[in-house]
């Protein structure tokens, strides 16, 4: 069956930088554009970013643009984000998805001093 499990999560301080993965199992990770989304406490979950199956198409959350990549490796069936300069609006669950269906089970960062 199809698994997505994130990794990489914490707390760090503003200006910080984190780095999440997510392992994918269970399908064609290459055929597959793949996303992260968050979702901070009282707000609904809002798309940070997607790239395509080969990474050719990249699109990123105004809010992140300049601050966060997303990349991914499909020959470890993985897909990353790089959050530097982290802000404290940055805390939230963030989530990997497959396509427009599955989701991973989140991992929780938390931007504190």
């Known amino acids: 069956q199809v698994q997505l499990v994130e990794s990489g999560g914490g707390l760090v301080q503003p200006g910080g930088s984190l780095r999440l993965s997510c392992a994918a199992s269970?399908?064609?990770?290459?055929?597959?554009?793949m996303s992260w989304y968050r979702q901070a406490p009282g707000k609904e979950r809002e798309l940070v970013a997607r790239i395509s199956s080969f990474g050719s198409s990249i699109n990123y959350a105004d809010s992140v643009k300049g601050r966060f990549t997303i990349s991914r490796d499909n020959a470890k069936d993985t897909v990353y984000l790089q959050m530097n300069s982290l802000k404290p609006e940055d805390t939230a669950v963030y989530y990997c998805r497959k396509g427009y269906d599955t989701w991973g089970q989140g991992t929780q960062v938390t931007v504190s001093s």
């Open positions: 269970g399908f064609t990770f290459s055929m597959s554009f």
